[in-house]
């Protein structure tokens, strides 16, 4: 699915700008950030 929509994206649309690592998130990125936000480091 995201190859179908990487093949129809326009480098020098705003919206493919903005995504700030180039790239899209893996899972383990996404667990991590899950595991911060359910921790008591999130609410300082």
């Known amino acids: 699915m995201m190859r ?3 093949a ?3 480098p020098n649309d705003a919206n493919t ?3 700030p ?4 998130g893996k899972t ?3 667990a991590k ?3 911060f ?3 008591e480091d999130s609410s300082l």
């Open 21 to 24: 690592l180039g790239r899209y």
């Open 4 to 6: 179908s929509l990487e």
């Open 37 to 39: 936000l359910a921790s």
């Open 8 to 10: 129809c994206a326009n």
């Open 33 to 35: 950030l899950v595991l």
């Open 28 to 30: 383990c990125d996404i």
């Open 17 to 19: 700008v903005k995504i």
